[in-house]
């Protein structure tokens, strides 16, 4: 853990003396807390995090979580772990923080009610920001993060390819949503990245959609859009179905999609900058019939957080590094009619990219 806070502390400007990291209560949990203290299990809500340019890091647990604390600090000598609760908490905050000046906080995902009580607590402190830093260091993921993101995304890649396997009649987007989340579990994900997005029919035309009782019936259009945790890393896939008769238009949609897909990955590399990637895939759909039809960016990067750090949209001026971790996720949408996307996560290699997700990315047509 000490390279991980040196590097955020070197990265910080203006230089602090400190980082307080807050947690306040679920879902206002920091996960850069869990950046600089890598601990797998434990919610660690109301926790603090205080870490030093020398590469010490001070966890303030309660003693609720002080086994998953413990463990996840054995045998690392730069971390501290402190059960203190109230006044003598505050004490030993005092005692490490007294005579900073500079404390740099993360303003991104601090509380205010908890940002009050560090501005309280330390009158003569000046805070600055930490976000952008945490951000920068977050997006480069090392070994250990790329190898939890593999696993996430080979929870959720061999669910996607039991979908088809999953689809009857009658059935409701809350089920198969329910299936997809039970399988993942069952296949070893400590849960969902996030609330899976199941949509049948016009309903698979809303890239946010939020499934519901609407039973699947012949001729519909499916997007199943869901993702696992892997010792709190996500994954975030997306695969796009036919129920029933072919519908060919949505099929042709279908293959513009994958080659919208196809165009984005072939540009991705060290170097290429987010927005030109987006413009790779925005042309293809642009060339098409359905140009104004792929209404959101390409994607985003992808680690501690679904959403972590950076989006690929024709905004973006970040250029790709070697480590990232991001989704590629075109989509085209007809309203009223049915939409498809296609989303796999990759992280960007040394010459191009690897794929982390692997379920078959072509248009499966399923008998009804
Ligand atoms: N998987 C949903 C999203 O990336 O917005
Ligand atoms: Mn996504």
Not at 86 to 109: P, R, T
Not at 165 to 178: K, N, Q
Request: include cysteine.
């Amino acid at each position: 853990m000490k390279d991980r806070v040196r590097r955020v502390m070197e990265s910080l400007s203006p230089k602090a003396d400190a980082l307080v990291l807050a947690n306040s209560v679920e879902p206002h949990l920091d996960m850069s807390f869990f950046y600089l203290f890598d601990a797998p299990s434990g919610l660690f809500e109301g926790s603090h995090a205080v870490a030093f340019p020398d590469g010490r890091l001070h966890v303030f647990s309660s003693p609720l979580e002080e086994e998953s604390a413990r463990q996840a600090a054995k045998g690392d000598s730069s971390v501290e772990v402190h059960t203190e609760t109230g006044d003598e908490k505050q004490k030993v905050l005092k005692g490490l923080l007294g005579s900073s000046k500079n404390v740099a906080l993360n303003f991104h995902e601090l509380t205010h009610e908890s940002y009050l009580a560090i501005a309280k607590a330390f009158p003569k402190a000046s805070f600055s920001d930490a976000s952008e830093a945490l951000r920068r260091v977050r997006r480069i993921k090392d070994k250990k993060e790329v190898e939890r993101l593999e696993r996430a995304a080979g929870f959720a890649s061999k669910v996607a390819t039991e979908i088809p396997s999953m689809l009857h009649r009658g059935m409701t987007e809350l089920e198969l949503a329910a299936e997809i989340e039970h399988r993942m579990m069952l296949g070893g994900a400590a849960g969902r990245s996030f609330a899976t997005i199941v949509g049948f029919g016009p309903k698979s035309a809303e890239p946010h959609y939020a499934p519901a009782d609407r039973p699947l019936t012949p001729g519909v259009s499916i997007v199943c859009d869901f993702g696992a945790l892997c010792e709190r890393y996500a994954s975030d896939i997306t695969r796009s179905f036919r129920f029933g008769p072919r519908d060919d238009e949505l099929k042709r949609v279908h293959e513009t999609v994958a080659r919208a897909q196809a165009a984005a990955l072939e540009v991705i590399r060290p170097g290429a900058i987010a927005k030109d990637v987006h413009g790779a895939a925005q042309a293809v759909v642009d060339a098409s019939p359905w140009k104004g039809r792929f209404t959101h960016g390409l994607g985003h990067s992808i680690g501690l957080a679904v959403h972590d750090g950076f989006a690929m949209n024709h905004l973006i001026d970040v250029p790709l590094e070697e480590g990232m971790a991001i989704t590629v996720e075109p989509g085209i949408y007809l309203p009223g009619r049915g939409g498809v996307r296609i989303e796999d996560d990759i992280v960007v290699t040394r010459n191009g990219y690897r794929f982390l997700t692997t379920a078959p990315r072509e248009y499966i047509e399923v008998p009804a």
